[in-house]
């Protein structure tokens, strides 16, 4: 009887231990609701908004967000998706330039209101073709606080290796219907 | 004396090979497509039943009716836009074959250009014909061009400016089908095929069309779905549910571009009340770095020009050893269409349409194409049409 206790005992203090092992770091947090935008108009803040919604978080997209048009409201984190679409810009009447000053701007305001910024990659290596996805990445991970990546995106390790040159957070979920998970 | 021989001669060479090109266009021409249709087909149709402006052309195709009389949404699914796309046309066919709805009503068409289906692209030595392997046989296609035949619709203007948006294009994409939509009544045969196809889409209050496509892997809108604004939230779900759990390589989702004029996924959506989609997958035989355009690169979809073309980073969709197979294609195609309407019915359930009958991602990559196929020599009469 003795030994089954002990052996109980000793089952749920490793069950205990890989909780708070697998439990997310305080810098990882992230708290609802959300704000996303896309900087190169590709329909990733548009499939955040839908795994959020399947994940019962509260998720607003707006692909047309400006600085002048924010409005800060209970947003607690500002998610933007880097990655281009020609088709989406041509679709928007816009450019990469255009996009990465629309995205600046309205991160600066976030950030003053008080937003949590996360720079996300969500459509995998197709977002990750061309000098536009380099110029849209790079401008939007360097403002973030957190970066949320999916496997697709960071096979060949390069948001491992940034988040790690940069000292930043880094989220990884298995694709984008996993996003709704850590909202 | 031997000059005139010589001349003769020549002449009798010309001749001969001309004889021969002109019975190899001709039977390509007259080749008719059987079709053995799911015993649950409720009506054919013809596209000039909702518009006259099509009726005695070539591109009078067949639309087959599928109504449950069970109140819910419509679909139509729409293929051979492009006829050197062929997983495009077999995709709806896999549909007409095997097909049962429960709920709603589905429409297909599966050469909804006939024209572009009966030549050849100039230069390029396409295959005239394909073929698939099945139980009972096998089944052949015409294999086609990405334009109408001129002999259908001649001559080509200098300039295609597209009705009704004005914008200036290309002199031969006038026989471009998926630069003609809405169409014109009184235009040439491409943009009255598509008028008519527009009728039939507001006459019959359809609720989303698909267009198969297949695209090089040069091409950066590649193994994507492309939207109407109007089905951006659908579109992004069954994206990202297929590369969650159904697909090896990743379906992405494109914007439909608001400025750019002619294709299904603008003006379908723009000019009726349909949503409207395209599906884009990967087929190395139009990638203009290609090996030996033969049957054999249609079918298994490997090249070993365009891996190399890969391993140099200059692809837009992944290819390895394995090749972009027709069966995969096909089974991406068809699983893409499914889920959609899926998530259709889940995000808009007043436009429900439930399916029966229609082989699963597996099922096709398993037993191939070709075991969902019907054998039209062994199909009641009543159930074989002609494309």
Redesign the interface.
Known sequence: MKKTALMLFLALLVLSLCAVAEAPPEETKLEGPYLVTTCG?S?GA??V???AM?AGAKATYNNALTAETFEPGEFKTLIVTAGT????M????TDINAEIERCLGVIKAAREAGLKIVGAHI?????R??SSDAASIEAVMAEADVILVVT?SDSDGFFTAYAKEHEKPLIVV?????IGKVL | MKLKWAKIAVLLVMAACAAVAGFLFHEQRVYREAVAASPHLTQVKKLSDYSPAIKGTVNDCNVYVFDSGVPGGTALLIGGTHAEEPVALVSALVFTENLKVTQGRVFVIHRVNTSASTNTRLGEAYPRFFHVEAPWGVQKWRMGDRVANPLDSWPDPEVYIHYPSGQNLAYMDIRNLNRNWPGKADGLLTERTTFAAMELIRQEGVDLTIDFHEAELEY?????I?AH?RG??V???T???L???TFRV?I?????????HGLSHREVGDHSDAVSYLFEVAEPMLDRIRGITDEELLMSGKDRFVMKAGEH?LL?A?IDESGWPFDLRIARHVTTAQTLIQVNNMLHPDQAILMEGIPSYQDILDQGTGAFLRDPAAAPPEQVYYD
């Open positions: 108009q329909p548009v499939m908004g839908m795994s399947q679409s020609m088709k989406g041509g679709a928007a009447g459509e995998g290596m197709a977002r073709t061309d697709d298995k694709d984008a219907l996993e | 950066p809108v590649e193994n994507t492309v604004e951006n939230e579109a992004a779900m994206s990202m549910m590369t969650s759990q990743p992405g989702m494109e914007f439909s571009p608001k400025a750019l980073n837009y992944p």
